[in-house]
């Protein structure tokens, strides 16, 4: 089962920041919290990915608070093509690990 | 940017065929997966392949499931005789996984039918 909490669905103005909330109450030390996102039925597309420390990428921001428990992604300028099914998912970042997808949160970008 | 490829984009096929999905991971990805989602479901795992063998498998990929590398750039899934309920999209994903901090790059997908 997936280790993440996600709102399941949320709506965004065009122009305004998306703010994806998840919580991850369980996550190990060696966990890094990863986001993708699925626009329709296309193939899931990475986003950002962290460990602790915040990042920021040409795409999203991600903020991991200081105990690890939640994070947030931060769709600066959301477009309506942003509209899509955002997952949250906690994974040991090596190679041959599966990652679990939980059913993510579905925002709509409205004009 | 390099793009992990799937082929055919869709498939449909008659219950008892066998049916092989294509990919071309990225060239110089050492890891390689395959996911399927089911109409309406979440994604979830199958396999996951690396330096010729199998690294893990899920409880849905049974003996019906087989992958291969049949060459430096290919990986292929391969269901020996399809069930109704592999109607699915399948994707494929791969990543570099060269020291820490693996990601995951996905295909488009395959959409197969099953009738």
């Known amino acids: 089962d997936a280790k993440t909490t996600q709102p399941p669905s949320m709506d965004c103005a065009e122009g305004r920041a998306a703010n994806l909330p998840c919580n991850h109450s369980t996550i190990s030390g060696n966990e890094y919290v990863y986001w993708y996102r699925q626009i329709h039925s296309q193939g899931p597309q990475y986003i950002i990915h962290g460990l602790k420390n915040n990042e920021t990428n040409e795409m999203a921001s991600l903020i991991i608070t200081e105990d690890r428990k939640s994070s947030t992604l931060i769709l600066p300028h959301a477009t309506l093509r942003d509209t899509a099914v955002y997952y949250c998912i906690v994974r040991v970042a090596l190679g041959g690990f599966k990652t679990i997808f939980g059913a993510g949160t579905r925002l709509f970008v409205k004009a | 940017e390099p793009e992990v490829t799937q082929t055919p984009s869709h498939q449909v096929t008659q219950m008892g065929q066998e049916v092989i999905l294509r990919c071309v991971p990225i060239?110089?990805?050492?890891?390689f997966y395959w996911y399927r989602q089911i109409l309406g479901q979440k994604v979830e795992f199958l396999v996951s392949f690396y330096n010729n063998e199998i690294s893990e498998k899920s409880e849905i990929f049974d003996d019906q499931f087989s992958v291969e590398r049949p060459d430096g750039s290919n990986f292929t899934l391969k269901i020996r005789s399809t069930k109704l309920e592999d109607s699915a999209m399948y994707f494929c994903?791969?990543?570099?996984?060269?020291?820490?901090?693996?990601?995951?790059?996905f295909g488009p997908g395959t959409r197969l039918l099953v009738l």
């Open positions: 994903a791969s990543s570099e996984a060269l020291g820490v901090q693996e990601t995951q790059y």
């Open positions: 060239s110089n990805h050492l890891y």
